[in-house]
């Protein structure tokens, strides 16, 4: 397959406004999958690597207004997190909300923290996106509650300037310690502007359809049982282990 490289990725498709469709793939299909990718899909590649990994450490209210806004479908719902790149070290504060016709918005600063908190600007900013969306941030505090890690490859496909990611090798964890995995499936994410892309009506016909699963709010339901997940109780059902 051939390469792009991030200058290049991010210049044809950074899609910061983008409409995202999740896929639950069994790890077993995968090869399978990316033997089949269409033509023109060019795989990233830095310093010679194609699998980077990622380390998400999301942050909530006391109340986890953001994880209840998930649970519940609200139209209008956020998610913050320091994200970090562990490969190069860099990390950032991220701030994703919902747009028009459900497209998601992330907007990010950089962030020079240790991760226990997001830091007076990381605070600033996430405020400023929030109410920016129509999303009152008056009296929210945010604390770190919960950490993922995986692997990811990314994809690009330049029919429709679209982006196609591969999450693999994922874990979460609670400041406590407490883990969860789910080691026999794959993320594929496709990230495109509205229409589906090439790699979408792949998917949908070697029979798989967008599932329900948000890094997060997926991730914490599964360490903790006593919030409501019923939108989510198939996926923690088939795919998570402790």
Same mark, same amino acid.
């Given at each position: 397959?051939?390469?792009? $490289?991030?200058?290049?990725?991010?210049?044809?498709?950074?899609?910061?406004?983008?409409?995202?469709? #999740?896929?639950?793939?069994?790890?077993?299909?995968?090869?399978?999958?990316?033997?089949?990718? &269409?033509?023109?899909?060019?795989?990233?590649?830095?310093?010679?690597?194609?699998?980077?990994? /990622?380390? $998400?450490? %999301? !942050?909530?209210? &006391?109340?986890?207004? +953001?994880?209840?806004?998930?649970?519940?479908?609200?139209?209008? @719902?956020?998610?913050?997190?320091?994200?970090?790149?562990?490969?190069?070290?860099?990390? !950032?504060?991220?701030?994703?909300?919902?747009?028009?016709?459900?497209?998601?918005?992330?907007?990010?600063?950089?962030?020079?923290?240790?991760? *226990?908190?997001?830091?007076?600007?990381?605070?600033?900013?996430?405020?400023?996106?929030?109410?920016?969306?129509?999303?009152?941030?008056?009296?929210?505090? %945010?604390? &770190?509650?919960?950490?993922? /890690?995986?692997?990811?490859?990314?994809?690009?496909?330049?029919?429709?300037? *679209?982006?196609?990611?591969?999450? *693999?090798?994922?874990?979460?964890?609670?400041?406590?310690?407490?883990?969860?995995?789910?080691?026999?499936?794959?993320?594929?994410?496709?990230?495109?502007?509205?229409?589906?892309?090439?790699?979408?009506?792949?998917?949908?016909?070697?029979?798989?359809?967008?599932?329900?699963? $948000?890094?997060?709010?997926?991730?914490?339901?599964?360490? @903790?049982?006593?919030?409501?997940?019923? #939108?989510?109780?198939?996926?923690?059902?088939?795919?998570?282990? +402790?």
């Amino acid at each position: 397959m051939m390469t792009i $490289s991030l200058e290049e990725l991010v210049s044809e498709a950074a899609l910061l406004t983008r409409l995202d469709r #999740k896929y639950l793939l069994p790890a077993a299909e995968l090869p399978g999958l990316l033997e089949r990718m &269409p033509a023109g899909v060019r795989m990233l590649e830095i310093g010679g690597q194609r699998s980077f990994a /990622y380390r $998400s450490i %999301y !942050f909530d209210t &006391p109340g986890l207004d +953001s994880y209840r806004a998930a649970a519940t479908g609200r139209r209008r @719902r956020f998610k913050i997190r320091i994200r970090t790149y562990l490969d190069s070290g860099l990390d !950032f504060v991220e701030v994703k909300t919902r747009g028009a016709r459900g497209v998601t918005v992330k907007e990010r600063i950089p962030y020079d923290g240790d991760g *226990s908190c997001l830091g007076s600007a990381g605070v600033a900013y996430a405020n400023d996106v929030l109410a920016g969306a129509g999303i009152s941030p008056e009296g929210y505090e %945010y604390r &770190p509650v919960m950490a993922t /890690y995986y692997r990811r490859a990314t994809f690009y496909v330049p029919d429709t300037g *679209s982006r196609v990611t591969v999450d *693999s090798d994922l874990a979460w964890m609670l400041p406590d310690g407490s883990t969860t995995r789910m080691p026999d499936s794959v993320v594929v994410e496709t990230k495109s502007a509205r229409a589906a892309s090439d790699v979408d009506r792949l998917l949908w016909s070697l029979g798989h359809r967008p599932a329900r699963i $948000s890094k997060y709010a997926t991730g914490l339901a599964a360490l @903790r049982p006593d919030l409501p997940a019923n #939108k989510w109780h198939g996926v923690l059902h088939r795919h998570f282990t +402790s």
